[in-house]
């Protein structure tokens, strides 16, 4: 089945305990990103990646990281997490950035304390 | 700055109901917009619309883009509970590297 994988789909921890958020496409799409939804806020991204090796920041970047060394894999990265980035991850994918749709993981919902 | 807004907030329909959902955008370098439907988890894709006036439909769903008035419908007839989610607007700009700008949601729920 094509699908975007993310886990954990729960995660409680405490501020500045290093955290990664794996994600994992089996569609061969060059295309992935990191979104966060917030109420209130929507969705807004965070990092994406035009193909392997190639990442860029998106609207709300600061505190995380990623890294894109295979096509399949882009796991997000948080060093030192505080309260604020408490929220809802999606990672999604699309064939290609321009005129394909995104395709969304089931989401990690991350709690820090 | 890009601006996508979605009317109304939240709606409450009995079963059987038509249901119209608006989305207007302000944004530069249009290239498409796109519909989700997003109920406990993941936003599960829709449509996607690049051209004015061209309806696109699946099922009781359909939706048609306005590129001069700057908006969007997305029309559920006959509508039924499992329609009950949050239906999520986004536009992609030439310049945004597929980055999805998305709207605030409209709440839609389907009473029996």
């Known amino acids: 089945e094509a699908q975007v994988t993310q886990n954990p789909r729960y995660l409680i921890t405490v501020t500045g305990k290093k955290l990664t958020v794996t994600c994992s496409q089996n569609m061969n799409h060059e295309y992935m990103s990191w979104y966060r939804q917030d109420p209130g806020l929507g969705l807004r991204q965070i990092y994406y990646s035009m193909n392997v090796e190639v990442t860029d920041k998106g609207d709300v970047p600061e505190g995380y990281k990623v890294s894109r060394k295979e096509k399949r894999n882009f796991p997000l990265i948080l060093e030192s997490p505080s309260p604020n980035q408490t929220s809802l991850y999606f990672c999604a994918s699309s064939l290609r950035a321009e005129n394909s749709p995104l395709h969304f993981g089931n989401g990690t919902r991350l709690t820090v304390t | 700055e890009d601006k996508v807004v979605q009317s109304p907030l939240s709606l409450v329909v009995h079963e059987g109901d038509t249901v119209t959902l608006n989305c207007s955008y302000e944004v530069t370098n249009f290239r498409s917009l796109l519909w989700y439907k997003q109920e406990k988890k993941a936003p599960t894709f829709l449509f996607m619309l690049t051209s004015s006036g061209i309806e696109k439909k699946s099922g009781r769903l359909s939706s048609i883009l306005d590129k001069k008035e700057l908006f969007s419908i997305l029309n559920i007839t006959a509508t039924q509970t499992g329609d009950s989610a949050v239906y999520l607007c986004?536009?992609?700009?030439?310049?945004?590297?597929?980055?999805?700008?998305f709207g605030a949601g409209t709440q839609v729920v389907v009473t029996p």
């Open positions: 986004a536009v992609k700009t030439t310049d945004s590297w597929g980055k999805l700008q």
